[in-house]
């Protein structure tokens, strides 16, 4: 099944980007990768995501996939610093590539958190700030009182704030959608992004997004996976303006992944709003 339209993947990393997503054959790290690949449906081989071990080939699958836009995630937690000037540096020289920059107030205090967006969205040219509450030492939900400054500063500049989910979260009882409708609440006009769509709790998140516009969620390569079609269920619904689509490349093929979500069969319209639409107007991009 093909696609004549636009479309935007909202998490999608170069192999090259750290060992995490692959970047050094011969490592546990690296056969992480291909088991994850296999576990979350990957068809064929699963050492794909091997091509893009180099620039040249990580934007070679970018456009022989067809995208219009692939935002690259980083990342700042105790065990794992994605730093926002190497977001910067593998984005900024590519038009078809959009960051996404990140902070850690536990790390860094509120006021570096703080410091460190203004410098991520003004001077590095990222587009929007992601937090890992439960990935903290100690875990923290996403309604902690530490994280409400961040919030308020990136409301403030208009920033969307994107939150990592899901059942790789350390302990799962932090991965509990619960908290992030304080935040909806609290914040209205701040863009909420949940990344993995807090999968396996997929009703509960759908419920939240139901009450709150300012959620949206991105189930990415989890999309997939058994117990999803509520996502689908309520992208025929109102679910149709919240629901974003990102294959979680190097984790999946982001070909198959496009190929996957349109044999979900929606409607033209629907595909348009998940695969381009609603990503655009979030990240405030073309």
Same mark, same amino acid.
């Given at each position: 099944?093909?696609? $004549? ?12 980007? %750290? ?11 690296? +056969?992480?990768? =291909?088991? #994850? ?9 699963? &050492? ?14 970018? =456009? ?15 065990? &794992? %610093? ?5 977001? %910067? ?7 078809? *590539? ?9 790390? $860094? ?9 203004? =410098? ?5 040219? *990222?587009?929007?700030?992601?937090? +890992? ?7 923290? %939900? ?39 409708? =304080?935040?909806? &609440? ?23 997004? /139901?009450?709150? +516009? ?9 999309? /997939? &996976? ?16 919240? #629901? ?16 996957? /979500? ?25």
């Amino acid at each position: 099944m093909s696609h $004549q339209g636009n479309v935007i993947d909202m998490r999608c990393r170069p192999a090259y980007l %750290h060992d995490f997503f692959g970047a050094t054959p011969g490592t546990d790290a690296f +056969e992480t990768a =291909r088991w #994850l690949n296999r576990r979350v449906g990957s068809r064929g081989d699963d &050492q794909h995501f091997t091509r893009s071990l180099t620039e040249e080939g990580f934007l070679a699958e970018v =456009r022989e996939a067809g995208l219009s836009k692939a935002v690259v995630v980083g990342r700042h937690t105790p065990s &794992q %610093h994605l730093p926002n000037d190497r977001i %910067h540096q593998i984005v900024a020289p590519h038009s078809e *590539l959009i960051g996404i920059g990140a902070v850690d107030p536990a790390l $860094q205090g509120v006021d570096g958190a703080i410091a460190e967006i203004d =410098r991520a969205i003004k001077e590095l040219g *990222l587009s929007a700030i992601n937090l +890992e509450p439960s990935f903290a030492e100690p875990a923290r %939900h996403p309604d902690a009182a530490l994280y409400f400054p961040i919030y308020e500063h990136c409301a403030a500049l208009g920033v969307p704030v994107s939150l990592m989910s899901g059942p790789t979260t350390p302990d799962p009882r932090f991965n509990d959608p619960s908290g992030l409708a =304080r935040v909806a &609440q609290a914040f209205p006009t701040l863009p909420l992004i949940a990344y993995h769509g807090y999968w396996p709790n997929v009703a509960q998140a759908i419920g939240i997004a /139901f009450r709150y +516009e300012n959620v949206h969620l991105v189930p990415d390569m989890y999309l /997939f &996976q058994p117990g999803s079609q509520l996502y689908i269920e309520a992208a025929n619904s109102f679910l149709s303006d919240q #629901l974003l689509f990102g294959s979680s490349y190097t984790f999946r093929p982001i070909r198959q992944s496009i190929e996957d /979500f349109l044999a979900f069969g929606l409607p033209d319209a629907v595909n348009e709003k998940v695969l381009y639409a609603n990503a655009k107007r979030v990240l405030n991009t073309q």
